[in-house]
């Protein structure tokens, strides 16, 4: 099962963090770098039916917000 | 000065208008420099606050301005329960509160879309408001009148310090006046003197932080609105494409709204009211009356001093510390400034402290201001995306708050000032016991009805022993107040008390030691500590 109600230890440090991992890449470099990031994040996940949920879940917010 | 006091009606154009008279002090015909144990400068709300603390407690203060009038312009309006904490003690709070408009709900929309609403202040249980929004100029006449009523605090308007050198044992200043300069000695020099603080550039100081590349225009405009008392906040609303903008409640039917303009807007073209109202007009609507009251172009820094102790000079708000607005940090953590340096300084002055004590002024208060900038500094990225991925993170997180609360707390409209903890600070004395909750040492105290009173009323000017149940007979051989709770109800909820369990609180109101069971020898100890003895 997806959490997603909050469940981030420290947000703000986090946002932080990730947008301080891309300074002064170039936006193809952005690119590799989010790739990057979900492959890792997705084998510490591990659980496939989570990572399929997530991947519905990004996919339906992005089509319905590009549609508005 | 002579007492000075507002009809209670008086209105915002009135109170702008007040001019403070030049007055001639005896100092300008003085053979050699006339000695003053303290000099506070700039009557801004942190200057006035700190003059008003040390005159309280027994100081002989002189406040120097290098103006005549009250604040232009609404500036800060958002203080928050701390700040109002703080002027509860110095004897202002409630005017402050009256003529305020208190709020503690917030909404973030996106686009058109309200996003979800917040709460600053859900408990129950607290006599003042997470905040009030007041025009800068209400707080500071507000301060000036209690200022006037204290005999042993002067203020002199007209009085511009042009030349400040520091010496083994104090500064000597050489001040302007319309009648030409004279020269005092102060022991110590309390610099409030703004952004722009003339006395650090005198004493060769430097600030140093990051200046951001946007600019927001401050519109206040009077209307007769059906707005709640809530703060509104726009990602990229369809009235004001690709930027953000807020709007806020002030007293008077006057409401702050706030856009942001990017970098290359043209600040003098910006600040003409032809351009100015159509963009009130596109937000409100076209049916909707207002008025421009004030408005301002600006752009905003995250920037420190190194150190805020300089000898015999001490720096505090603006002066030693800046922020972007996103968070209301500015002046009310310049009035926490205030509030920490007043009791030290009043102790090292009647010799019952170290001079360390003030050096814990400046340990604490940087640790403070960094907290601040932090926030501030991250709020400010998240409003105002510097890259292309920073934007697209961004937006991904606005549309996945939307309908997923954990992307909600990710969305950063300004984390909203709260009082810092002082965890490392040398003043406090580590537990020894454990407990519960937020009320480490360092902790600012936290309010809850006691009686029919408030906990924060009674506490004491100087240092309070606070004990849950019978207060043991050694205590009253100890140098501080006492103050017996129950065991039970919200004062030992929000404190974790047992019987028996102790808090002793500094006369800032910070805790700075707590013990299961307390002993004559551990809290001398922790007094001593606490006062750099």
Known sequence: ?68 | MAPFSLPADATGAQIQAVEFAYERSPDQDARSPAHHRVVVVGAGPVGLSLAIDLAQRGQKVLLLDNDCKLSTGSRAICFAKRTLEIWDRLGVGSRMVDKGVSWKLGKVFFKGDLLYPFDLLPEEDHERPAFINLQQYYAEAFLVERASALRNLEIRFHNTVAAAEQRADGVRLGIDTPEGRYEIDAEYLCACDGARSPLRSLLGLETHGRVFRDRFLIADVKMAADFPTERWFWFDPPFHRNQSALLHRQPDNVWRIDFQLGWDANPEEEKKPENIIPRVKAMLGPDVQFELEWASVYTFACERMDRFRHGRVLFAGDAAHRVSPFGARGANSGVQDADNLAWKLDLVLRGEAGDALLDSYGAEREAAADENILNSTRATDFITPKSEISRLFRDAVLDLAHEHTFARKLVNSGRLSLPSTYRDSPLNTPDADAFAGAMTPGAPAADAPLGQNWLLRELGEGFTLLVAGDVPAWASRLPVQTLRVDTEGPVAQRYDLRPGTAYLFRPDHHVCARWRSADEAAVRAAIKRATAC
Do not use: C, W
């Open chain 1, 1 to 68: 099962m997806l959490i997603t109600s909050p469940h981030l230890d420290s947000p703000d440090e986090f946002y932080e963090a990730l947008i301080d991992a891309h300074r002064d890449l170039s936006t193809a470099q952005s690119h590799e770098l989010n790739a990057k990031l979900v492959l890792l994040l997705g084998n510490h996940i591990g659980t496939l039916p989570v990572l399929k949920e997530a991947l519905a879940l990004a996919r339906a917010n992005t089509v319905s917000s590009t549609n508005t």
